[in-house]
């Protein structure tokens, strides 16, 4: 083993007056040096790996950490827009072209009527709404009298809102979101004539149900509100229609996008 000049332990240099020490000792502290040395190489050696563990740790979780933030979306637009990544066939593109076209002379149709009965009452989409409003009566039957009444028309509209939220975070399907959109704005149109009507109760109901089933003529009264059914109606047209506009912008942007999507 070469000499050693320093000792490891308390750093004394070694001299000529210390001739009389052997080599392999420290003349202040006593120590040998090999067995002081071979005493703090395992510790040396089990610390680097840790040591590199740990910095390998910290180089590789901030990468981590920016990964899994690329991939989650940082703001509304992400989830309002299609997905960058998704491809798009000129098939799909298509379908969705017509299915717009369709939503936007319907939904159009809708707004100019203004609450007119036959134009809304009479369409197709009263048909489809209709089975729904009358499952909410069962729905919310256990929540008492006033809540199945209103239950009808909470859940004809509250049903395409909850699939439009369903198909912006969980299906990160935007384009299907707007037109359930679409639909939940058509569902207030829907309703605002059944309410104009509470205070005369002419409209014909499901079933050969008479006057006394009429659902907002019975609600307004309980609330002591009929003379306001014609607000409220008005307020239900305007909403709807405000929320079908929006959808119909909302889908326009997202097929443009697909559209450049497809190009690209």
């Known amino acids: 083993m070469p000499t050693i000049r320093q000792c490891p332990k308390c750093d004394y240099i070694r001299n000529a007056g210390d001739a009389l020490v052997l080599d392999s000792i420290c003349p202040a502290c006593g120590i040998v040096y090999e067995r002081f040395l071979a005493q703090r190489e395992p510790q040396a050696h089990n610390d680097l ?109 509250a049903l395409p809102l909850a699939l439009t939220i369903i198909f912006v975070f969980k299906k990160r399907h935007p384009f299907a979101a707007s037109v359930t959109l679409w639909w939940c704005g058509q569902s207030f149109i829907d309703l605002s004539p059944y309410i104009a009507d509470a205070s005369f109760r002419s409209l014909p109901l499901i079933a050969g149900l008479g006057e006394e089933s009429h659902d907002w003529g019975n609600l307004l009264t309980q609330l002591d509100c009929l003379q306001y059914d014609t607000q409220l109606a008005s307020f239900s047209f305007w909403l709807g229609s405000s929320i079908l506009l929006i959808s119909l912008v909302w889908g326009a942007l997202v097929l443009h996008k697909l559209v450049k999507q497809h190009r690209a």
């Not at 590789?60 to 960058?84: I, V, W």
């Not at 709404?129 to 039957?141: K, M, V």
């Open 49 to 157: 790996p840790t040591n590199v563990t740990s910095r390998n740790r910290r180089d590789s979780l901030p990468n981590a950490g920016n990964d899994a933030r690329q991939n989650q979306p940082t703001s509304m637009l992400h989830y309002l827009m299609p997905n960058t990544s998704q491809s798009v066939i000129l098939e799909q593109l298509l379908g969705y072209g017509v299915l717009y076209l369709i939503v936007f002379i319907w939904g159009w149709r809708f707004i100019i009527a203004g609450l007119s009965v036959e134009p809304i009452m009479g369409s197709f989409m009263h048909l489809v709404n209709l089975p729904f409003h009358e499952f909410g009566h069962i729905l919310f039957r256990p929540f008492g009298n006033f809540m199945t009444i209103l239950g009808g028309s909470l859940f004809q509209v």
